[in-house]
T-cell receptor, first 113, second 116 residues
């Protein structure tokens, strides 16, 4: 049973336009949501997070929106740049002893010049 | 550079071999994790160590054996693996559970394991 889902395996966006990556979750016990970016042959790197008590968090070109009633979050990147091309993972945090992150399958974002 | 170092970066091993993956962090974190990433699958949590104590074993087969001698080092001992165990194995560390802080996990670059 997959608790965090990214239903789009890939997304292609024109440079300068907005990229929107989506993520759905099922477990109401998640208290934080995070986005990670992964380049080939590297580990995931943290991008931005949002608490479950907020509905928006912004950091430069990156904004994460949380719709708790729909159990849905999205990452907006604007304007998109070629260096944003990577695989983006949505993750949700749950505290069970130590904190645990549950990841989605990832969405491969390609920014076209 | 995330502060989490994994060695080796690549490993090819036969099904009868015994090998170990190593992870090291000097970020002052007390929680360490092993994740597995197979093709087209989400990152799967394998093991969690919190203050050197194993707190999670996500139904991982016994051919994978973790060891956490101290808060800075984590090992994954491998023996009699199967070809389907070929994957990217990622180590991560974080501060232990703390309410109210979105403390992200920092990942190493991973070990690409191929079992032949």
């Amino acid at each position: 049973d997959q608790q965090v889902k990214q239903n789009s395996p890939s997304l292609s966006v024109q440079e300068g336009r907005i990229s929107i990556l989506n993520c759905d979750y099922t477990n109401s016990m998640f208290d934080y949501f995070l986005w990670y970016k992964k380049y080939p042959a590297e580990g995931p790197t943290f991008l931005i997070s949002i608490s479950s008590i907020k509905d928006k968090n912004e950091d430069g070109r990156f904004t994460v929106f949380l719709n708790k009633s729909a159990k849905h979050l999205s990452l907006h990147i604007v304007p998109s740049q070629p260096g944003d091309s990577a695989v983006y993972f949505c993750a949700a945090r749950i505290i069970q002893g130590a904190q645990k992150l549950v990841f989605g399958q990832g969405t491969r974002l390609t920014i076209n010049p | 550079e995330t502060g989490v170092t994994q060695t080796p970066r690549h490993l090819v091993m036969g099904m009868t071999n015994k090998k170990s993956l190593k992870c090291e962090q000097h970020l002052g974190h007390n929680a360490m994790y092993w994740y597995k990433q197979s093709a087209k699958k989400p990152l799967e949590l394998m093991f969690v160590y919190n203050f050197k104590e194993q707190t999670e074993n996500n139904s991982v087969p016994s051919r994978f054996s973790p060891e956490c001698p101290n808060s800075s080092h984590l090992f994954l001992h491998l023996h009699t693996l199967q070809p389907e165990d070929s994957a990217l194995y990622l180590c991560a560390s974080s501060h232990p559970s703390e309410g109210g802080t979105g403390t992200e996990a920092f990942f190493g670059q991973g070990t690409r394991l191929t079992v032949v």
